[in-house]
């Protein structure tokens, strides 16, 4: 996922949530409304911001920041 590609679904209405992980994939995971008829309680994974990728997962963070960042189960923690 890219920075651009964030802006792209924040801006047309298909950003779900991004949840920060602290397993193996530590970073920023970003999700998007699904389609009908697929995704998982009505999200799809879209991509990720590593945390050893730093500025980009900074940017990432301040476009998400007020937008539904969960720390618990599928988008509603």
């Keep these: ?3 651009e590609s ?8 298909t950003f779900h949530h991004a949840t920060y992980r602290t397993d193996f994939a530590r970073g920023l ?8 008829g697929s995704g998982f309680r009505g999200f799809e994974y ?3 911001f590593s945390e050893y990728d730093p500025l980009p997962l900074a940017c990432a963070y301040h ?3 007020r937008t539904g960042i969960s720390l618990g189960s599928y988008g509603q923690g």
């Design 1 to 3: 996922m890219t920075i």
């Design 6 to 13: 964030l802006k792209a679904i924040l801006a047309d209405g």
């Design 29 to 36: 995971h970003i999700y998007s409304i699904a389609k009908p």
């Design 46 to 48: 879209a991509g990720a």
């Design 63 to 65: 476009l998400t920041r």
